[in-house]
């Protein structure tokens, strides 16, 4: 059975001192339960797993009995074995993080054997209940979209592949049926993640309103479209910062964020349009009209889609402290930018019939001095190489 390498990870902190909670976040359908269950396989003790994944969400009793449950477990544990609690889906406990922090500080005082493992798949609500209740006493273990390696490893894709079917497990074995492939992940990924964690992060007053930019993103992934043409596009009364929001909703739940323009001034960076992002290109494939053979012989379509691999990529291995921009200036643009500190790798994508000229590279060292640049596709690295490295890697290796 092909193995994530955050199992890895997991395992050897709960095979240490329980010091602190493990987090595992990522988005719906990427295999974070597989994960809990394979550490629970090889965690050396006795474990309880549930989840809060349910059709009404319980309240904060519920953490509360389940913990105690573990407790027991722990109560029959000889030192030096332990025991293991996994919460799955916890941020829609209401106040999950509060009890938490309690429960966890009770089990500090009484010095009981008990690790603990939570699982969510919402973004922000995750980062509120960690920042508020409980900095300093949990590991963060990032569970993003899977990589092209990881696909091609465990189900033999290749380049072109992963570009059109995207980065989702459950999915994989559909291909050879387009449309259960596509229904998959419209009924089991899209609308659950729409409808169950999304309209969970915030008070959503215009939910068909989200929904209509979800679709309005993908189409237009890897394009920069400003606020004002997003709601000409959406024919809505709304205002962009009711946009605004519900697009950093969408990047809360893994689906759709809009990139910053990299000016070299915050400020400024945000006060400019967004380039929209899918996170994932299976999010933008499965709501096309196209079949995989008919969108590699479309020119135009395949290097939207090639473009939206990279940023996808870009996104899902940036560590924390590497950002991932676009840059424009009259008419010289460069795709992505990296950029860290004063280390800073613009990325131009060219892909088949897209070979266009390298105008904005070159516009941008001059307006930067920066000397270093990145070339992905036709005329540089190869697709298949640039996403066999994640995006600390690639500035890395670029000086």
Request: overall charge neutral; aromatic content about 10%.
């Amino acid at each position: 059975m092909f193995q994530r390498p955050q199992l890895t990870v997991l395992s050897s902190r709960l095979a240490e001192p329980r010091r602190f909670l493990q987090i595992l976040a990522g988005p719906r359908q990427v295999g974070k339960t597989t994960l809990a269950r394979q550490a629970i396989e090889r965690f050396d003790g006795q474990a309880h797993y549930a989840s809060a994944d349910l059709p009404a969400a319980p309240d904060s009793s519920w953490i509360e009995q389940q913990w105690r449950l573990a407790r027991l477990l722990a109560a029959d544990c000889t030192s030096p074995r332990t025991a293991l609690l996994v919460l799955d889906e916890v941020q829609k406990v209401p106040r999950w993080s509060e009890v938490v922090k309690m429960l966890w500080e009770e089990d500090s005082f009484a010095r009981w054997p008990l690790h603990v493992v939570l699982l969510g798949s919402s973004q922000f609500l995750l980062q509120k209940g960690l920042g508020e209740s409980l900095a300093g006493r949990f590991e963060l273990i990032r569970v993003p979209h899977w990589s092209f390696t990881e696909m091609r490893e465990a189900f033999g894709w290749d380049v072109d592949h992963y570009i059109y079917f995207g980065g989702y497990p459950g999915a994989a074995t559909l291909i050879e049926d387009e449309f259960r492939w596509k229904s998959y992940v419209l009924d089991s990924i899209i609308e659950p993640t729409l409808s169950r964690d999304v309209l969970q992060l915030a008070r959503i007053d215009k939910p068909a309103l989200l929904r209509r930019l979800f679709v309005l993103g993908c189409a237009y992934s890897g394009q920069i479209l400003s606020y004002q043409k997003m709601i000409g596009q959406l024919q809505d009364v709304g205002n962009t910062t009711t946009l605004a929001n519900y697009l950093a909703l969408l990047g809360g739940a893994w689906m759709l964020t809009g990139l910053d323009k990299f000016s070299g001034d915050l400020a400024r960076s945000r006060a400019a349009s967004p380039k929209l992002q899918a996170l994932n290109t299976a999010l933008i494939t499965a709501q096309l009209r196209q079949s995989f053979a008919t969108a590699r012989q479309d020119g135009e379509l395949w290097g939207r889609l090639v473009e939206s691999a990279v940023g996808a990529h870009l996104l899902n291995t940036a560590p924390p402290g590497i950002e991932t921009s676009y840059w424009r200036e009259r008419n010289q643009d460069v795709d992505f930018v990296l950029h860290q500190g004063d280390r800073v790798l613009p990325i131009e994508v060219k892909s088949g019939r897209n070979k266009g000229s390298l105008s904005g590279l070159r516009g941008f060292a001059e307006s930067f001095k920066v000397s270093d640049s990145l070339l992905v596709g036709t005329g540089g690295v190869a697709l298949e190489k640039f996403f066999e490295a994640g995006a600390e890697a690639w500035m890395g290796t670029r000086g």
